[in-house]
């Protein structure tokens, strides 16, 4: 830098500034418009008068957010907390809303069911290995849970209680090989019994066997629990007729079951802690 100031382009621009005053001051004092010579030397130093407000801009700007920094920093915490508020609120009113609807779902099956004393629950841990998409919900002893009560949605039955800790239980879906419900067809009026296999998990649906050769049952029939036995309420839906096919024998036949909850990945349930009819089963 100090080598500039002692360079010829100093001493140019020195000289260049210095006749540019010297014809503005002129203009001043005689009042006349800008001659030739002030024209070009306007021209000339115009470029460093741009390059001089640019600088004085950012100077000013840095100036500025030196001196206000502090209230700057202030302004942007106190919006960030604004936003976290606004956001947490937002949370709120939606699991509010979440609680009003299942709440609306709890009390319709109540109304159409008042023997039921029923407990909501949300599915909290599902194993990803597991073939028959069980899962762990967030009630236990502690709210009433008892091993074998029934499971729902309300579109209709999802699985039994086959675990239960003080404020957790596993739930075993319908979906299992190793559930199985006694339903009747309500069109043809038909009684069968589910089973699930590991072929038709996959696709969220289960097994209808032991159907009469000569059935009337087809596909789009609606499927319910019969009740019998005492572990199922009578009239759950369990779900409706895919498709029925003779079995390897010939002798009876079986069908797909689609049921109307999606199974696999249920997240809210409803379970069912007393009914009429209910039966204790011991292990």
Request: net charge negative; charged share 25%; glycine share 8%.
């Amino acid at each position: 830098m100090q080598d500039f100031f002692k360079s010829k382009k100093f001493l140019v621009v020195v000289l260049l500034v210095a006749i540019a005053l010297f014809f503005m001051l002129r203009g001043a004092y005689t009042k006349t418009g800008a001659t030739f010579a002030e024209k070009v030397t306007s021209l000339m130093i115009a470029p460093f008068q741009k390059a001089a407000s640019k600088i004085y801009v950012s100077i000013h700007d840095s100036f500025y957010d030196f001196i206000h920094a502090p209230s700057i920093s202030d302004e942007n915490k106190r919006l960030r907390e604004e936003n976290a508020q606004l956001l947490s609120q937002l949370a709120l009113m939606e699991k509010l809303r979440s609680e009003n609807r299942r709440m609306k779902e709890f009390f319709g099956i109540k109304e159409e069911n008042p023997d039921y004393s029923m407990e909501l629950a949300d599915a909290v841990g599902r194993d990803a290995s597991e073939r028959f998409f069980s899962f762990t919900i967030d009630k236990g002893e502690n709210d009433g849970i008892e091993k074998y009560s029934p499971c729902v949605t309300k579109e209709g039955l999802v699985g039994l209680v086959t675990a239960v800790g003080p404020n957790y239980a596993k739930v075993s879906t319908i979906l299992d090989s190793t559930c199985e419900v006694g339903v009747k067809v309500l069109e043809s009026g038909d009684i069968a019994v589910t089973e699930g296999t590991a072929h038709l998990a996959l696709d969220g649906n289960l097994k209808l066997s032991y159907l009469p050769r000569d059935s009337k049952t087809k596909p789009g029939d609606l499927v319910t629990t019969t009740g019998i036995g005492g572990i199922f309420p009578e009239g759950l839906v369990v779900g409706r007729i895919k498709e029925v096919t003779p079995d390897s024998q010939g002798l009876t036949l079986n069908a797909v079951i689609e049921p109307l909850t999606d199974i696999r990945n249920v997240t809210e349930v409803m379970i069912i802690k007393d009914f009429e009819g209910k039966e204790k089963k011991e292990d």
